[in-house]
């Protein structure tokens, strides 16, 4: 698990978007970070956890050769 301190007026989906490159995490990010589920803007030093996930290689019967 990945720890990222906040800057000020950072907010949580800004900071899920730009670590995972969408917002699909964004549930269980957050149930990892129930203090900060209240919060609109992160404060300076506020702690996120953000977890490492497995990539699922993605098989939609399309190949190249």
């Given at each position: 698990m990945?720890?990222?301190?906040?800057?000020?007026g950072?907010r949580?989906d800004?900071?899920?978007?730009?670590?995972y490159g969408s917002?699909?995490?964004f549930e269980?990010?957050l149930?990892?970070?129930?203090?900060?589920a209240?919060?609109?803007?992160l404060?300076?030093?506020?702690?996120v956890y953000?977890?490492?996930f497995?990539q699922?290689?993605i098989?939609?019967?399309?190949?190249?050769?």
């Amino acid at each position: 698990m990945v720890r990222y301190i906040a800057k000020e007026g950072e907010r949580l989906d800004v900071i899920i978007y730009a670590y995972y490159g969408s917002l699909t995490a964004f549930e269980e990010v957050l149930g990892k970070n129930i203090h900060l589920a209240n919060k609109v803007e992160l404060n300076l030093g506020d702690i996120v956890y953000l977890p490492r996930f497995k990539q699922t290689p993605i098989n939609n019967g399309i190949s190249l050769w």
